[in-house]
């Protein structure tokens, strides 16, 4: 059987796109001012929210979490199947459109490890240590993992020309392959997220999310910060807890 | 003890504003053609949904929901209590910031039937038919019930005028009174309120709301139709079930 | 207009029926150890939880929340109306069915404030404290309310011997009316509803409930702590957040 | 660099375990008839319930979804990722806890296409039909899938060998490795599932689900049968839409 010749791709890196965003610290104002001062709380929609910092401070302090759900982004994604994996796990507040294997041949785009990344793990389930390897063991990992990655793509393919259906072929394709989706959250759901998906000295609850997840959470984080300044100070200074 | 007066305001209608709306029949194709184009499927965003009407009513006739959902509604309500009961009963994909009885003192505004509103009720539960009553039946509702509202308010303001707090004085507040309320929602949760809250002959799965609660429906089913027009004739066209 | 004599009935508290429960800090356990043992954590369920507490109370402090909803409560609760609008407002993992007031007489059963509530409110928005009243402040609060439930549920009665349907005649009855649902979650979402809705010493973030919706709190408690032991004790101790 | 020889599996089917299961017919009926009996409602638990099977047939027939919600199902499933990929897209009222490729070695289990499986797809998407193949197609199909599966998990083997991280080395591993979970579910998001996952003359909104998460979902459906036998005979005669 003939193997035929694909443009394999990797990449050691997610992205995240923003696609669209509406609502930031004002409609936080305005929703939580609604409990004292019913309609009036409109007019914090044309004020500037920051002379209202304390306010927004005081909701993340005490927990008080539904003003922060009037808002919304809508990030494009592309990452692993095991990022999405992760990610797929948070329900509540978040929506999913993803790239689908049986409706489309899934392109040849797989993940490898950036050389920064600990490789090796060291401890017991629940206290793991990752820990760099030398630059050797990392080449060779890499050569092992896109070997591998290459010869599934190939037995894939071999698959889709002997007539099998895409839902069935693709079975044989690795983790590593890269998908893409719309994902869609609000302020609450993405610092819920956040909480247990970044690392951070300043977390009062101590995650510690795979490297891979964390970097889509990161990139996501810098999306919330720009959109949400109040809030996102507030989230930081109170421990990262989401409300 | 002197009953003190208060301007008691009575009103037959609730409002619906819209506070904040993005997404549109355009985010519902790119976040369903994702699935076999993944990321040409960001070229959506810039067309012209109108070309790709059989789409969406695709998605709509076989209930593929979630790229209803990439998308946001913010509404301030104001509507009585009984209504808001009712309202927050839906659960999924809402989320709700409210006027306090607990955090201010609320108004004397009440709600009373307007006339065209059949205020009889024959048949047994599950099969009720409301009808309407004469002029002079529907003249006595209204003393009746404005007498009880105005009577339960000076009751409201005899107690905080001994110092009892708020939340304790409002325990004899009729749920006429009216409320307010941010309500932020998405395309797919709020077709789910449309299909249960309103009454159409168009409706496959047939409903009976409550008058006050489909008349707030049939103010968001405006707004709705106005920021999808494609999604909105499709869910209407398919039995207005939510997809 | 004849008033009708009803037999009215006053309460000062609301009661908690535990209608099914199942699960435990075995599911807890299995459900957690199927992460490293696969089938095997299904012997979990066979073996006392007891040893094991190690592991809950590891879930616990990192907020590994999953493993908590494999479970179910189901309470039969009555409660005034202004508990039941608070207690509507916890969305995820919770089912409600409640008594309805368009396809039923209401029975004119109130609430009223029990001696102990501290009945004065002190202090801005944000930061009350409650205070005690004297007697005679009680006493009178007493005889307003109950005087105002009385006259609104004979308004009420009116309104029924007018022929006027129960869904608009309802409109003047206060929210202290008390109401009766099934409400169902599991331990996950018990735990966010105890989170803020009790007051205690030992909550990480404090939280100042309406007596009244604690009250319901503590006896939903009880009812926990008794099917969950291990995980009620690491709940306490790890500052009652919720995972 | 030596190749290690592991015991490799191969299943063609996926399995269903029901860990445990509280409520049936009798609950959605109490939960259902608080709305019209309140406290008495909670006699129907100790009634037969098929007395009462016209009322269930009519919160069917009307969607009223909310009683089939006081009741739980946890089942203890073993499929491949690809299947458990499109299950935990089902967020709302689904909890679940999944073996874990970072914490544990996965097992060199994988999912191959049964005999009778029809291999191959033809038309367009949203149109698919599948259909079978030769017996000679089907062997090539299974000797291509089962030696990528080997490949995939000898590369694997190898990283571990090496020292790299569960959660690096299993990136090459197929999305046709079997997992395990704890789902946990209720009878109203149960049906969700299958009117969704499940191929029915009887639907009255056709589905066209994957075979492999289509044989999950019949297993599922069995169990749900024996559990609510009025409620599930009610589902079928309906069209089999969720409530």
């Known amino acids: 059987m003939e193997i035929s010749n694909s443009l394999v791709r990797f990449s050691e890196h997610s992205t995240v796109t923003l696609v669209q965003q509406i609502g930031g610290d004002d409609t936080v104002l305005a929703s939580m001012l609604v409990s004292t001062q019913a309609e009036a709380s409109l007019a914090m929609l044309e004020e500037d929210a920051e002379g209202s910092e304390g306010r927004i401070r005081y909701l993340m302090k005490n927990r008080h979490g539904t003003p922060f759900e009037h808002n919304l982004f809508t990030f494009f994604i592309q990452a692993p199947i095991f990022v999405f994996r992760e990610f797929h796990r948070h329900r509540i507040g978040w929506s999913y459109n993803e790239e ?20 090796a ?34 037995r894939y393919e071999n698959l889709l020309e002997l007539g099998i259906a895409r839902e069935v072929a693709r079975a044989c394709l690795p983790v590593a ?40 959470a990161d990139k996501i984080e810098q999306l919330f910060a720009e959109a949400f300044p109040i809030t996102y100070k507030a989230f930081c200074d109170y421990g990262r807890v989401c409300p």
Chains 1, 2, 3, 4 share one sequence.
């Open 177 to 216: 392959i890269f998908s893409s989706m719309y994902a869609t959250c609000n302020a609450r759901s993405l610092m819920a997220f956040l909480s247990l998906r970044t690392e951070s000295e300043r977390a009062l609850f101590k995650s510690t999310p795979m490297k891979e997840i964390a970097e889509v």
């Open 121 to 154: 793990q060291e401890g017991k389930p629940g206290a793991y240590v990752m820990v760099p390897v030398d630059k050797q063991t990392y080449m060779t990992t890499i050569a092992i993992l896109t070997d591998s990655y290459r010869y599934s793509y190939k």
């Open 100 to 119: 689908s294997g049986r409706y489309k041949q899934l392109e040849p785009h797989f993940w490898i490890p950036p050389m920064e990344r600990p490789l």
